[in-house]
């Protein structure tokens, strides 16, 4: 699960699970997920849709585009006051805005 190359991008990412809707930020990404970390804990299994912002300015494209994806909690640790939830993607779709 750990081969592909992790990239420690900041980027907005709003999680939506069974227990509801968050909004935080990313810690790292790669080709088969993302790790983040949120105040509550999502258990593993556990199926998350999430939106990922990438900024235009970045991109280098005229708008924003947002990478909605359906993946799976296959990580989740205590990071001091939060939780650190690693997700694989198991699909995605890019929407520009």
Known sequence: MQGATRF???LPISVKSSSGQSYCETENISANGVFFQMES??????????????????LGTDTDVQVACRGRVVRSADEGQSKGI??????????RR
């Open 8 to 10: 420690p991008i900041k």
């Open 41 to 58: 804990d999502i258990p593993l299994g556990s199926t998350v849709n999430f939106t990922i912002e990438l900024p235009a300015a970045v």
């Open 86 to 95: 690693g997700v694989v993607i198991d699909e995605y779709r890019f929407d």
